[in-house]
Nanobody
Framework: QVQLVESGGGLVQAGGSLRLSCAASGRTASSHAMGWFRQAPGKEREFVAAISWTGGSTNYADSVKGRFTISRDNAKNTVYLQTNSLKPEDTAVYYC?????????????????????WGQGTQVTVSS
């Protein structure tokens, strides 16, 4: 079992930045591939970014590429999502998720079903 707790969300003006954190706990917490997803009101949850269990491989949705950066600190069992140049369309609840153990992001890392554990989410609101 892996427990995930997100933090760092808030209200920010367009063009601003936020750093989201996802603290993982559990015996295998540091060995899972991790992802960030988001869900805006009335829309489906969508993939944002993913990182391999070693941190050596990352992937991003086209809509955030060049603006968001995913990283991890396995010593702290924490995954981060640095969000820069935020736009009103980035407004959503952001969720982190834990996927397969020791994965180098081969497979459907952009799909909800690839992940086994989810956090409760943190709200990001970007004002224009």
């Amino acid at each position: 079992q892996v427990q995930l707790v997100e933090s760092g969300g808030g209200l920010v003006q367009a063009g601003g930045s936020l750093r989201l954190s996802c603290a993982a706990s559990g015996r295998t917490a540091s060995s899972h591939a991790m992802g960030w997803f988001r869900q805006a009101p009335g829309k489906e949850r969508e993939f944002v970014a993913a990182i391999s269990w070693t941190g050596g491989s990352t992937n991003y949705a086209d809509s955030v590429k060049g603006r968001f950066t995913i990283s991890r600190d396995n010593a702290k069992n924490t995954v981060y999502l640095q969000t820069n140049s935020l736009k009103p369309e980035d407004t959503a609840v952001y969720y982190c998720a834990a996927g397969p153990r020791m994965s180098q992001l081969r497979g459907s890392y952009y799909s909800l079903g690839w992940y086994d554990y989810w956090g409760q989410g943190t709200q990001v609101t970007v004002s224009s």
